[in-house]
Structures are given as C-alpha cells and as structure tokens.
C-alpha cells in the first residue's frame, strides 16, 4: 500500500518504456516487504539537470540511469564510486541524507553473473566485442581477475582507447583491435572467454551476430551483455557446438539486486526478480 511513508526510487532514461526494471524492482520491494515503490520517468537531455533537482527537492530514495544519461549524469552528482569514475558512466543513484552518490552496478553484476555459471577467470584470455559503456563496465571489474584482454571495437581507434585507458590502472596484456574475421580469428586461438558487449544480435535484430559462427569453438565460454532475446544467435550457434553460454539476464538482474541493495541495505531477492524478467521476455518476443 503506498503510504505517507513510501519511499520513491526510479529510472530515468529516454527512452523508459522497454524496461523491466520497475516490475523487477515493484516485485522485489513487495516480496521483502519495504515500503518502496520504483517508477519510470522519461527525461530528455535538456531535462537532465531539471529531473536531478526534482529528485534532490523530492527526497527520492535513489535513481537507476539508463541510455542516453550514463556519462552526462555525473556532473550533477556530489560524489562519485572510484570505479565508476574511471568507467566513466554511472547507472545508480543514491541520495545519502541529500548527497547524491554515483555508482556503475553493471560491472558487478555481469561478474555475478560470470561467478554463478562457475567461470573461472586465473590465467584466462578474454575477447571482447565492443568498446562502448557496458563494455568499459564489465572491463574495469573483470581486469583485475583475468590475464589479458582483447577488445575488438567497431574501429581499431575505439578498442585502443579503452584499452589505453585500462593500462592506467591494471599492468596486465591488455590490447585493441579491430572487430574483423582475420583479428578475431588469430586472438580467438588461444583464449577462453568471448564477450559480446555490442548490441548486435539484440531485438529487433536478431538475426545478427557479432562474429561468424565459424569462429566459435567448443572450448569457449560465450557471454552475451544482451538479454533481449534471452538466447540471442550468438548464444544459440556456440550452444549448438557445444561452447558453454552465458545470457545477458543475470547481468541485468544482478546490476538491479547491486543497485537494491544500495537502496535498501537488503539483499535482493534475486531467484524472483529472474523470474519476472524472465516471464516479461518471454512475452514481448
Ligand atoms: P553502447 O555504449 O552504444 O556501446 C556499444 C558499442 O558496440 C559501441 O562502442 C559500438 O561502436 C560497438 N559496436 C557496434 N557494432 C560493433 C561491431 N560490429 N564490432 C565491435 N563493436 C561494435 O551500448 P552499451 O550500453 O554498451 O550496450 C551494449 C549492449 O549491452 C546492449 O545490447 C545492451 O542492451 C547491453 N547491456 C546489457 C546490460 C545488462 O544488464 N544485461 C547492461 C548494459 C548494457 P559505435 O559506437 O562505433 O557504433
């Protein structure tokens, strides 16, 4: 029952309407029983900074941030989480007795999920597809573990410079290359993890894939950021010859439980909050 006592979380991005973040969370809240409700609310760019002040004079509990308001956010902040600094890109929002604090839950959360299915970064090679936010996400959290990453960006200039940037904080093999077959294939050789952080493949399009289907092997472990489709084409090609495969939904649920748990101090109860993500995919597709 919404109350004088309730408190009011939300998602601010543009657009909103595509996200299970609210029946996710609205589930989670209830579930646990706190007094907490989530809301959608469609800001655009010239709005940003309006919605913020909104936010700090309403009291608002904490906010997660979507596309396009990831980086633009973070001028309006009082403090920002080291790591997410360094990404660049903040997701949640707390308001800490009228501080606004900035934290980026999707690198934890796609580590959540890669820990779940028992993947085990010591002494691995990771390639990764993409040089854009939930790639930088998932690199500064996943460097520390591994051996050496490859990023296959879109351009060779892209995939550098988030390289470049990675070697200020980790002395590990870190490289940038360009995402074609030649390069993919001669990395992919001797690695072990393949991520998919590029929107290829996902809904609409879901037909594409990031990579050819001849480049998979058994022996990969294939993780794919995307979770709409929930088994994407690259996912089903690496099932079918028998590489081990990780969907996009755990990453989004864990990076809501991280972001939960800021809010309320609670763990989230994760199993239910799969669940309706899981039921909500299912029928939009
Ligand atoms: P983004 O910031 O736009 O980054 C996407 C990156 O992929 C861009 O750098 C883009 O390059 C690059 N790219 C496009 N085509 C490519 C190709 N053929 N080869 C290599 N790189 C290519 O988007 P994002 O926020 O990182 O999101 C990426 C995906 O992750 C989306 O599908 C999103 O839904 C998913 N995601 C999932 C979760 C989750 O919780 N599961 C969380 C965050 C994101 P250009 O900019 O040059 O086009």
């Known amino acids: 029952m919404i109350s004088t006592k309730t408190r009011i979380c ?29 809301l959608p609310f469609r800001v655009t760019p010239e709005n940003l900074e309006k919605a913020i002040l909104g936010m700090r004079g309403l009291g608002m509990v904490g906010f997660n941030v979507t596309m396009p308001h990831k980086a633009s956010i973070m ?11 360094k990404i660049g890109a903040v997701n949640t929002i707390v308001n800490k007795d009228g501080k606004l604090l900035g934290f980026n839950t999707d ?4 580590l959540w999920a890669f820990q779940e299915a028992g993947v085990n970064f010591k002494n691995k090679k990771v390639v990764m597809l993409g040089a854009g936010g939930a790639a930088k996400a998932i690199a500064f959290y996943l460097m520390s573990l591994i051996k050496k990453l490859v990023i296959a960006g879109k351009t060779r200039e892209e995939a550098q410079s988030l390289a470049k940037d990675l070697k200020k904080y980790f002395k590990k093999e870190i490289k940038g290359i360009e995402n074609n077959t030649d390069n993919l294939r001669q990395e992919l050789k001797n690695a072990q993890i393949l991520i998919n952080a590029t929107p290829i493949g996902m809904a609409p399009d879901i037909n594409s894939m990031p990579i050819k289907t001849e480049l998979l092997r058994s022996n990969l472990t294939v993780f794919d950021s995307i979770y709409n489709p929930i088994e994407t084409k690259l996912l089903r090609e690496a099932r079918k010859i028998g590489a081990k495969t990780i969907n996009g939904v755990n990453m989004l649920v864990y990076q809501g439980a991280e972001a939960f748990k800021l809010w309320t101090g609670k763990n989230a109860p994760v ?15």
Request: zero cysteines.
């Open 10 to 38: 939300g998602l601010i991005g543009n657009p909103v309407e595509h996200s299970v973040s609210p029946e996710m969370h609205n589930a989670a809240f209830e579930k646990l029983g706190l007094n907490f409700i989530y």
């Open 271 to 285: 199993e239910l909050m799969k669940k309706i993500v899981i039921k909500r995919l299912k029928n939009v597709n």
């Open 75 to 85: 001028k309006f902040l009082d403090e920002i989480d080291k790591t997410a600094e």
């Open 107 to 110: 690198g934890p959360g796609a």
